[in-house]
């Protein structure tokens, strides 16, 4: 009994060198993964110098599909669009916030990452998603290859993406007075937005049709639209609202909105808004 016990240790020892050595000699003798890092490209050092180091703001323009709605049609940016998109967003936002609200304001307050993306988010209905703030630490922009920095509409239209989805985040932070501004116009609000023109919006206190989806939309546009117009164009944009009812809605809005830059964060939106005003035109002329 003793022989056949100790038989049976050895054989079970045999077997298990045998199986070390064979996983032994199936394991691969390098890793197959590639720890190094790879290259960064003069574009790369750019935005480290003009984003990352200044802003803690990382910005992802290469393809990352868990970063974008694979449902839709998207594509990464065309790479010579990627530098002119994050000029213009880094002159008329991030430039006129650093002047009026002080160098720090928006290390403290901004998203965490920029996601460009080349072409157009169109939605369903026949509308286009120009950008998301998600949780206030992304912003993704989309359409980044039709900028056109000589084209002051254009530059105006994207710009108008990063002024409106950064008020998001403000309102994050410090909430506005949302009593207050439910009060103005409580029946305009819709989720049929898309179906109404600019005029039609605008005529019942509406600085766009889209701000008509909920009183957050409403605040976020109503600052952003103001901050992306010079002060002469804004004046001319309310004499020419024939409703006196609509007028006096859009002029309570606009009065909430320097209210809130000024209690929430001790900043003139007026002086914001023209030196936005004055980058936009450095954008554009340069």
Partial sequence: MKFLKYNKIAILALVSVLSVSCAHEDQPTESQLDFNQPTKTALDNWIDTNYLNPYNINVQYKWNQNTVDNSRFLFPPTIDKVKPALEIVQTIWLKSYATIGGADFVKKIAPREIVLVGGVNLNSVGTRT??????????????????????????????????????HILNQHKPFDEKSWSAITPAGYTADWYNYTIPVSNEIGFITSYARLNINEDFAETAAMILISSKAEYAAFLANIKSATALAALKAKEALVVKYFKESYNMDFYALRDEAEKNTTAVVNN
């Avoid at 206030?136 to 108008?160: M, P, S, W």
């Fill in 130 to 167: 120009l950008g998301l703030a998600e949780g206030g630490q992304r912003v993704t922009l989309f359409e980044t290859d039709y900028i056109n920095k000589r084209n002051r509409a254009n530059v105006t239209e994207f710009i108008h993406t990063i002024q409106h989805e950064y008020i």
